[in-house]
């Protein structure tokens, strides 16, 4: 192997690779895992979900919340921002960009919000302003867009006041949602007043009944969804049904286990990618000295002697290079969470193990190769 050094690190560059890649894929994986996990967990515990239960098969609609149920739940210790949101009933409804009568309309969802209830979705605005409680206050004919729906309208700057008409009314467009940090589905949707929305629409009927969606300081969710039913109706707690996200375990699972998998496999794959070179490499190898293994049979050498030396140094070298890969995965793990702010994960049973996978994959390697010097033949080499 020393005496051949290039050929001896051409073979090494395989497992390195190979190797390098299998730690770097898997610790990238359980680094993204442990970021995702933290911002659902963060969500998840700041977050309050109040549903209005109180439909009876007596009454065609139902809206439980009192009008100032953004202001109760602000005052809650622990509360950042609070607000209600519902369909306006009907369904998805046809929005006309202007009154021209050639103008195509959109249908697009077209839902009740509080002011406190946009706030709470954490939004990044692509253009203009939030509603805010002098709109709620005075039935303002407004309305916030998400950037999906905006596209939809055509909207792409709020600078002249672009109007869009629901159901025949006009409504100013005073801002475009850019992303949210909760409910993305909020980015479909055309939100006007809560206010507004009641006078024009009337309340939300059975089907769609109206929700409060809660912000609050982390650790501090549980403690709000217990005190929330009671602020809201004192009267009739048991309306209000304050219940966690409960897709957020299920998406967090998921989302890990599909990422851990995906990577998995391509770490496996490139694994034996490099596998096969190697093999190929060292098969090469073999033909290139069978001068030396010819002599060395001659001189009395057993074909398992010459199978055990070959399958040494494939071993060896993925020995090597499995240490060299793993230094190298580690280091681009470590390189990449330190570019993107994360905390760097590294699994103790990967990085210890992977080595030895090294080794694995050597040997595994030189299998085909040694079994072929094995068989060769001293007359025949020899003569070469």
């Known amino acids: ?66 009008r100032d149920a953004d202001g109760i739940i ?44 946009l706030r709470a979705l954490e939004p990044t605005m692509e253009a203009g302003v939030l509603t805010d409680e002098f709109h709620d206050l005075h039935a303002q004919r407004v309305a916030v867009v998400g950037k999906g729906a905006a596209r939809a309208l ?55 009944p109206a929700t409060m969606l809660i912000r609050t300081h982390l650790g501090s969710a549980v403690q709000v969804s217990r005190e929330a039913p009671r602020a809201l109706r004192p009267d009739r707690p048991e309306v ?11 998406i967090e699972s998921h989302v890990s286990d ?12 490139i694994l034996v990618i490099s596998g096969i070179g190697i093999a190929n490499t060292t098969l090469v190898a073999v033909y290139e000295r069978l001068p030396e ?35 190298v995965g580690v280091s681009m793990t470590i390189a990449v969470a330190l570019a993107q702010s994360w905390t760097a994960i590294l699994d103790p049973a990967v990085t210890l193990l992977a080595p030895l996978i090294g080794t694995v994959v050597g040997a595994a390697a030189g299998l085909v190769p040694a079994i072929r010097a094995a068989r060769i033949q001293p007359v025949a080499a020899l003569r070469r």
């Not at 369904?91 to 021209?100: F, K, M, N």
């Not at 209000?240 to 299920?250: D, K, L, Q």
């Not at 040494?312 to 060299?324: K, M, R």
């Open 74 to 117: 602000d005052a809650l210790n622990g509360v950042i921002a609070a607000g209600r949101t519902w369909p306006i009933p009907g369904g998805d409804i046809a929005i006309e960009p202007s009154l021209d009568p050639g103008a195509v309309s959109v249908v697009s969802p077209v839902h009740a919000a509080s002011a406190g209830y």
């Open 240 to 250: 209000m049904r304050a219940t966690p996200p409960p897709e957020v375990f299920t």
């Open 154 to 208: 055509g909207i792409t700057s709020v600078a002249d006041s672009p109007t869009i008409y629901i159901r025949g009314s006009g409504y100013t467009v005073i801002g475009v949602l850019g992303d949210v940090r909760r409910d993305a589905g909020a980015l479909n949707r055309v939100f006007v007043p809560a206010s507004t929305a009641l006078d024009a629409y009337g309340e939300p009927d059975d089907h769609s």
């Open 293 to 327: 293994l010819g002599l060395r049979r001659s001189l009395g050498a057993r074909p398992f002697d010459i199978a055990t030396q070959i399958m040494t140094e494939t071993a060896l070298l993925g020995s090597i290079g499995g240490l060299v890969g793993t230094s």
């Open 1 to 66: 192997m020393s005496a051949r050094p290039r050929r001896t690190i051409t073979n090494s560059i395989g497992t390195v690779v190979g190797v390098g890649a299998f730690v770097a894929v898997i610790g990238l994986t359980t680094t993204a895992s442990g970021q995702i996990s933290a911002v659902f967990s963060e969500t998840k515990a700041s977050q309050v979900v109040i549903s209005d239960a109180g439909a009876t098969s007596a009454s065609p609609t139902v809206y439980s919340f009192p």
């Open 258 to 269: 599909s990422l851990s998998s995906v990577f998995f496999a391509i770490a496996v794959v």
